[in-house]
Every structure is written in structure tokens, then in C-alpha cells.
């Protein structure tokens, strides 16, 4: 019997072990309502083990990871800098643009510019010859090179040099190397041209000098030719000339003969020939004399601004320079043990407080059969568990009798559930019972019962009635049924005679009808339950088992209003899937439904 007394269930429930009573107090268990802190009380060894857990592997991590010290120096670009004009001998202003300022920093960002620091702050490491030298000196510069950062403010022309480093003296060392390295070498670039302007200029001027040295030799030469030294030869030819043209006038007022007239005019012509090339060469000298003193003139000005430039070298400052020193540091950056040891202490805490959620979560569901000896109502079996693909399977493809093989696993329950109802005060002779499968919530089995029980009772040569009252398109039922009626068993049960009509017939298995949920979620109201019990019974006369898959009891009414009416309840529980509360509130409802024949069927799959 299926039925126990509340003497018998007193009687099991005393043989409950410590830990089976320890799971039904968790059966109050209610996670939306319970509060914090007694969730914490609960699980505080857990949490505080979770706590010490994330604490040890922190600590582990400090241990082993080396740590990183940082250092910064900060350096300040003067955006306007006087400079000499060497050309004009006057200081003039040159402002820094942004863009200049960028190429400042990808200068301070250069491999060249990396080595200089390398050299300074490790000379050990990039000192040495040969190729495992070379190497040796290419990572040491990148170490340096990936070691500090250039942090540039917008808008300003404050560099920021952050340094990293596993020892905070280097690191300090290395943001003031590239700090010095750098005033250095903006000073070294303004020496280089200043330099470089020095040379150029020195190069004109003794390239002029050579040039005016042989200009002064050529005319020396010229005014030697041309006797341009002797300045009295320009006065006796003019006096030469003036003498012969008065000898001429004269000679021609006295009637002079004409030979005599042609001497004093080839002599005056000869006079006037010397004096025009004389004049010709003197101006040619005047034009050489010129030419000398532009030259000296041009060499006064490169003197003078070979003076512009040393004066120039003089005042040279740095464009930058240094308004913070980098000191060493004592507290690492990474990792810092306060953040680490905090970081850890939430996700710990955090960690732990999921697990306790996870845990209370797990006391409220169904771990053990043994659990469900604490209810009055007993329980009737305790399945292996059943395939939905396997049952579908066999379904199609088995023949009745390998069926039945195939379904061994329901022998025991269908034994004792035809054993059951058969004891049944109200299972009279030539009429079937009526066995109810549901449960407490969904996905539990419940279909897959139905459809094993169904099916094992068929293939042994009984008139089995499946009945499908779970509108739901993944149910296994649903999934087999090709058939469906306008409104499923309310139709049925209007007119009992129409079952041949309604019900379909599994391929192979012609003791096997099935009656199809209605399309749609539209859940079965049952009202008038006296008119539902006549014709059950005309439905009993023509099955020997009718087969009813209801919805769960805690979303639908329909299992407790046919619960009081059938002859059988069987209520699936799945483990780890039903929640021990939810088994309590359905079986209490069934009860009080006046359901009866309540057994328990634990589904292990």
C-alpha cells in the first residue's frame, strides 16, 4: 500500500540519521528571504577559509614576483631662448612649438639617446669587445630604453620622467641619467652649430683671404707693367702734349714744310696714344683697388662675427632643465603589497560569499533518497535514470516485446503501482485505474515517467490511455504526438465516446493510444469535477490504465483537482534538481486536495 499511517511515518522519520535531519531543517530554507547576516553566520568558517585562501596566494605571489620601485624627475623646456645673431650681432628670442616639442620627446625616446643613459648608469654592462659583447650592450639598452617613460602635459612643456626598475637606486639613477643626458644634449646641440657656424665661416674667411692675398699681388703686378707707381709720368705726357700742339699750331702759321708738319704730328699722336693708355690702366686700377677693399671688408665681417659666435659660446645655456631630482623609493609599485593584500582580501570575501550562496542553495535541493523519509508521504521507488533519447528511441524502433525488455527499469514501479490501485476502494472489477504523474516543478522527469510507464504496461498486452495535460512544445510527449484535438482531454471528457477519434496510436504498439496536449499554452481548467469523474469512468471501462501527465503541482491547479479522483499519484522528485521546500509544498497540496495513494517516485537521472 502506498498509504502509510502517521504511526509508520513517525516510525521512519525517527530512523533518520544526523544528517538527514540536518537537510530537512534545510528544507525551510528560503534564499529570497533569508538575510545576510545569517547567511554569513552560516557560512562564516567558509568564508573566512575562502578569505585566508585568497590572503595565502597573495602572499605566495608577493614572494615570488620580484618587485618594481619607481623613480620620477621632471624637467621644464624654457619656451622662448635667447640666441646671438651672429650675422646681425644682436640677441634674438626663438620660441619652442608644440611640434618641436613632440620631436624633443621622440629624441628622449631614441635608441642613441638610450645608449648615452646606458653608458652612464651602467658603463660595466656596455663596456667590452666582441660579439657576446655587442649583444650583451644591445640588451642592456633595451632594458634602459623599455625602463622609463617620457609623461608629457599638454599644453605645457613639463616632461615627467617615470623610471621602473627592480632596484629603486637604479631606477632614480636612470631618471636622472636621461634628465642630465638630456640638458646635456640640447647644450651639445648648440655648441655643434655654433661649431658648425665657426667652421663655415673660418673656411670663407681664409678662402677670402687666399683671394685678396693674389688681388693684391696682380695689381702690385699691373701698377708694375703699367708704371703706375710713378706719379710725375702723367704730368710730362701732358706737358709732351700741350708742348707738340702749340709746335704744330705754330708750324702751320709759318708755313712750315710738310715733312716737317707730319713728324710733329706723328709725335703728337704717339703722346696721345700714351696718355689714353695710361688713363685706361689707371682706371683699371682704380676698378682693382675697389675689388680689394670689398674684399677687406668682407673679411672685417667675418671677424666680427667669428667675435659674435664666441661671445655667443659664451652665454650658451640648456633649453631644459631639471626642477625635480629622482630619489629612491622604499614602497614598491608592483606589486604593492597594501593593494595586493586588499584586493585579495575582497575577492576573497567575494568569492566566499558565492560559495555560501552556492552552498545554502545546495542544502534546499534533494541530494539522497534518503532525505525523503522525512514526509508522511512514502516513497515508491527510486528510478536509474531514464534517457528521454533512449525512451524515444525505443519508441519507434523496438517491437513490443523487446519494448518491454528495453523498459525493465519501470517493472518495479509499474508492479507497485498496479498493486496499489487495485487495493483501491473505489477500482471496481472490469474497470482500470487511473494513475496521476506529476511534480513539484519542471524538468524532473515527469513526461518521461509517463510515457516508460505507459509504454511498459502496453507492451505487456494492457489497454494503456497516455494522456498529455502539459501544453509545453519541449515535452516528450508532445514531441512524439503528430495529432493534436481542439482543446485535448476537455474534448475527451465531453464525450468520452469519441476516443477512437481523439487518440493515436504509437507506430507498433496498437495498445498504446495517446491523447495529445492542446496548440498553444493554454492551460486545462477542470470546474465541474463530478461530470470529469463520470466520464472517467466510462474511460476506465474501455483502459485498464489511463496514464495522466500533468503540469507541476506549483504552477498549475490541474494535478490536485484530478489528484482527488484518481486512483494513483505518483510525485517525481529529481535529484539535485528539486528543491526539498517545493517536494514539501506539493505533497501538502496534494493532501489537502484529498489526493490519494500520494507515493514518491525519486528520478536519479
Given at each position: 500500500m502506498i498509504n502509510t499511517s502517521s504511526q509508520t511515518a513517525g516510525k521512519v522519520a525517527d530512523q533518520v540519521s544526523k544528517r538527514d535531519r540536518h537537510a530537512e531543517g534545510a528544507a525551510d530554507f528560503r534564499p529570497e528571504n533569508i538575510q545576510i547576516l545569517t547567511l554569513i553566520f552560516r557560512n562564516a568558517v567558509l568564508i573566512v577559509l575562502c578569505i585566508l585562501a585568497s590572503g595565502a596566494l597573495m602572499w605566495f605571489r608577493l614572494t615570488t614576483v620580484v618587485p618594481t620601485y619607481s623613480a620620477q624627475a621632471t624637467l621644464v623646456l624654457d619656451d622662448a631662448v635667447l640666441r646671438l645673431d651672429p650675422f646681425g650681432a644682436r640677441l634674438r628670442a626663438r620660441t619652442l612649438s608644440m611640434l618641436q616639442l613632440a620631436t624633443e620627446i621622440e629624441v628622449m625616446k631614441s635608441r642613441e639617446f638610450a645608449a648615452r643613459v646606458a653608458e652612464e648608469v651602467v658603463p660595466d654592462e656596455i663596456s667590452g669587445t666582441g660579439q657576446s659583447a655587442l649583444s650583451g650592450r644591445e640588451s642592456t639598452v633595451d632594458r634602459i630604453l623599455e625602463s622609463y617613460q617620457i609623461i608629457w602635459h599638454p599644453t605645457t612643456f613639463a616632461l615627467d620622467i617615470l623610471a621602473t626598475d627592480a632596484s629603486p637606486q637604479l631606477a632614480?639613477?636612470?631618471?636622472?641619467?636621461?634628465?642630465?643626458?638630456?640638458?646635456?644634449?640640447?647644450?651639445?646641440?648648440?655648441?655643434?652649430?655654433?661649431e658648425r657656424t665657426k667652421m663655415s665661416i673660418l673656411s670663407r674667411q681664409s678662402a677670402l683671404q687666399e683671394t685678396l692675398k693674389d688681388a693684391e699681388a696682380n695689381l702690385l703686378e699691373f701698377t708694375r707693367t703699367n708704371n703706375l707707381d710713378d706719379l710725375t709720368e702723367t704730368e710730362t705726357l701732358t706737358n709732351n702734349l700741350r708742348r707738340l700742339q702749340a709746335q704744330l699750331a705754330l708750324a702751320e702759321e709759318r708755313g712750315v714744310?710738310?715733312?716737317?708738319?707730319?713728324?710733329?704730328?706723328?709725335?703728337?699722336?704717339?703722346?696721345?696714344?700714351?696718355?689714353?693708355?695710361?688713363?685706361?690702366?689707371?682706371?683699371?686700377?682704380t676698378?682693382?683697388?675697389?675689388?680689394?677693399?670689398?674684399?677687406?671688408?668682407?673679411?672685417?665681417?667675418?671677424?666680427?662675427?667669428?667675435?659674435?659666435?664666441?661671445?655667443?659660446?659664451?652665454l650658451l645655456t640648456p633649453v631644459a632643465r631639471q626642477v625635480s631630482i629622482a630619489i629612491p623609493t622604499t614602497r614598491p609599485v608592483s606589486p604593492s603589497p597594501k593593494t595586493e593584500m586588499v584586493g585579495a582580501l575582497i575577492?576573497?570575501?567575494?568569492?566566499?560569499?558565492?560559495?555560501?550562496?552556492?552552498?545554502?542553495?545546495?542544502?534546499g535541493r534533494l541530494r539522497w533518497p534518503q532525505q525523503i523519509t522525512a514526509f508522511r508521504t512514502p516513497v515508491l521507488g527510486q528510478l536509474p535514470p531514464l534517457s528521454r533519447k533512449f525512451v524515444n528511441r525505443m519508441a519507434w524502433t523496438t517491437r513490443s516485446g523487446n519494448l518491454r525488455r528495453a523498459l525493465h527499469k519501470i517493472a518495479p514501479l509499474h508492479t507497485a503501482v498496479r498493486t496499489n490501485t487495485r487495493a483501491d476502494n473505489r477500482t471496481e472489477n472490469g474497470t482500470g485505474a487511473m494513475v496521476l504523474i506529476t511534480s513539484p516543478g519542471s524538468r524532473e522527469g515527469r513526461s518521461t515517467l509517463s510515457f516508460a510507464l505507459a509504454a511498459y504496461a502496453a507492451a505487456g498486452g494492457e489497454d494503456v490511455l497516455l494522456v498529455d495535460l502539459d501544453p509545453s512544445p519541449r515535452d516528450l510527449i508532445s514531441t512524439l504526438s503528430r495529432k493534436r484535438?481542439?482543446?485535448?482531454?476537455?474534448?475527451?471528457?465531453?464525450?468520452?465516446?469519441?476516443?477512437?477519434?481523439?487518440?493515436?496510436?504509437?507506430?507498433?504498439?496498437?495498445?498504446?493510444s495517446i491523447v495529445a496536449p492542446a496548440s498553444g499554452p493554454v492551460p486545462v481548467r477542470f470546474n465541474n469535477m463530478s461530470s470529469v469523474e463520470a466520464s472517467l469512468s466510462v474511460l476506465r471501462r474501455k483502459y485498464s490504465l489511463i496514464v495522466v501527465d500533468c503540469p507541476p503541482v506549483l504552477s498549475d491547479d490541474a494535478s490536485c483537482r484530478l489528484g482527488s479522483v484518481a486512483q494513483a499519484v505518483l510525485l517525481v522528485a529529481r535529484m539535485k534538481k528539486t528543491r526539498f521546500?517545493?517536494?514539501?509544498?506539493?505533497?501538502?497540496?496534494?493532501?489537502?486536495?484529498?489526493?490519494?495513494?500520494?507515493?514518491?517516485?525519486?528520478?536519479?537521472?
Open positions: 632614480a639613477d636612470i631618471a636622472n641619467a636621461v634628465a642630465r643626458n638630456y640638458v646635456d644634449y640640447t647644450l651639445e646641440i648648440q655648441r655643434a652649430d655654433v714744310p710738310l715733312q716737317e708738319s707730319a713728324e710733329l704730328k706723328a709725335d703728337l699722336d704717339a703722346t696721345l696714344a700714351k696718355l689714353d693708355a695710361r688713363s685706361a690702366a689707371e682706371v683699371e686700377k676698378g682693382f683697388e675697389r675689388r680689394l677693399e670689398s674684399m677687406r671688408r668682407q673679411d672685417d665681417l667675418l671677424f666680427d662675427q667669428l667675435e659674435a659666435l664666441a661671445l655667443q659660446e659664451a575577492s576573497g570575501l567575494t568569492f566566499g560569499f558565492l560559495l555560501a550562496l552556492l552552498r545554502e542553495n545546495l542544502r484535438t481542439a482543446n485535448g482531454f476537455l474534448d475527451l471528457l465531453s464525450n468520452p465516446l469519441r476516443i477512437d477519434a481523439a487518440a493515436w496510436h504509437l507506430p507498433g504498439h496498437p495498445h498504446l521546500e517545493d517536494l514539501s509544498k506539493a505533497a501538502q497540496q496534494l493532501e489537502l486536495n484529498n489526493a490519494s495513494n500520494v507515493g514518491i517516485v525519486v528520478n536519479d537521472g
